[in-house]
């Protein structure tokens, strides 16, 4: 498919996935560092706090069960263009919400902004040849790593100078700016529509009965489980029990995204040369080596912010190799069903990620230390090494589902 920029009747230029893609992850990390103010905000513990980014993150698991079967029967761009505008909706109730309970319940609405990264995955799908998908949703994800490297460092500044709320107003100004770009550059890419609705969730036992799409799911949902227990755990260790303020908390923070910049970028580079299955090995064991280079500098009496953060830049890079390769696999198990791919194995990958986040932050007190956190991340990671092997054990002996 030829690409205009903002003309529908070609394909959507990469940066308008970009951006599609960035509003969720802008929605979810850019409150990383307020997450103690909002507590005392509140009045209420770090626990009940925290939901804030475990409850959006299980509201995205769900919500990517109706999204992706939705994109396949009614398309691509109307799917998109009303989560978003759900999206801003939730955003301008958020900034005004007076208690946590109904913060807690914007938040889950603002979780449809999940359809960005979703349906930006079966557009490169419907799009490109399958052997250049991962390529594509590497340098995707690499140029959306740009908001989560920036949001947590402009979340701390802003609660800092104007309180928590103030980042509801940069959301809701990225919100409809991705809202615009969709709707001005967005066409339909989906030409291959389900008859109807409940047909597409018929099709759910198809992936279900696939071991392939099960090795990508699970790589995928374990990979990221260990990043996903990092955002729930690393707020309340940075304010707790290393004593930094949010906007150096922010500021650290981007060493993780800028990790997984790098990765992405060497999935761009790389993929279809190495293929996705060793790519996805290779990112697990970066992934591991990360946690393990942490411990080892806490066990050695090394408390310091770098201690934690420093380390972080490989599980970026783990993550940002692993997941574009899963995520292509996935898809492409059963091209016909890649919306409803994309979907359950984006339900299964945040809701794993969104278990462990929850994990990470009940396990966690000024009396553990940061030990809790980095047993939870090392196992999510190996058990992410052991899916890869079930893909590659798979691939050997002939089962393999070519995409």
């Not at 991705?178 to 969730?201: C, H």
């Not at 690393?234 to 993780?256: C, D, R, T």
């Amino acid at each position: 498919m030829t690409r205009a920029y903002l003309n529908r009747r070609t394909a959507p230029h990469i940066t308008t996935l970009v951006i599609a893609t960035a509003t969720g992850a802008l929605a979810l990390n850019i409150f990383l560092p307020s997450l103690p103010a909002m507590a005392r905000h509140f009045q209420t513990d770090y626990g009940v706090a925290q939901l804030v980014i475990s409850l959006y993150l299980a509201a995205t698991a769900a919500l990517q069960l109706l999204i992706g079967p939705a994109s396949d029967r009614f398309g691509r761009r109307p799917v998109m263009l009303l989560s978003l505008a759900v999206f801003i909706v939730a955003t301008i109730a958020a900034m005004f919400a007076p208690t946590i309970e109904i913060l807690l319940v914007c938040r889950v609405l603002q979780a449809f902004a999940v359809a960005g990264m979703v349906l930006s995955r079966a557009i490169v799908r419907d799009t490109v040849s399958p052997e250049l998908t991962a390529s594509r949703i590497g340098y995707i994800t690499m140029g959306m790593a740009v908001v989560p490297m920036i949001g947590p460092a402009i979340g701390g500044f802003l609660d800092e100078m104007y309180g928590w709320q103030s980042a509801f107003g940069l959301t809701l100004a990225f919100g409809i700016l991705s809202f615009v770009v969709v709707y001005l550059d967005l066409g339909e890419t989906n030409r291959n529509r389900t008859s109807s609705f409940g047909a597409q969730f018929r099709t759910y036992p198809q992936l279900f009965r696939s071991r392939l799409f099960w090795g990508y799911a699970l790589t995928a949902a374990f990979t990221s489980g260990s990043f996903f227990a990092f955002l729930g755990g690393a707020p309340y260790v940075s304010s707790e029990i290393l004593k930094m303020s949010p906007s150096s908390y922010g500021l650290y923070f981007a060493i993780l995204a800028i990790g997984y910049m790098v990765g992405n970028f060497v999935t761009g580079r790389y993929a279809v040369r190495v293929g996705i299955n060793r790519m996805m090995l290779a990112g697990n064991f970066v992934t591991m080596f990360g946690v393990l280079l942490s411990a080892a500098l806490f066990a050695a009496g090394f408390v310091h912010p770098l201690s934690l953060f420093g380390p972080a830049v490989l599980i970026g890079v783990g993550n940002g190799i692993t997941l574009p390769s899963a995520n292509s696999g996935l898809v492409s198990v059963k091209p016909e069903l890649a919306g409803s791919a994309s979907g359950l194995g984006g339900a299964l990958q945040i809701g794993g990620g969104a278990a462990m986040s929850v994990l990470a932050g009940l396990l966690l007190s000024p009396e553990s230390g940061v030990y809790p956190l980095l047993l939870v991340m090392l196992c999510s990671a190996s058990a992410a090494v052991l899916a890869t092997l079930f893909v590659i054990q798979a691939s050997r002996f002939g089962r393999r589902e070519r995409p």
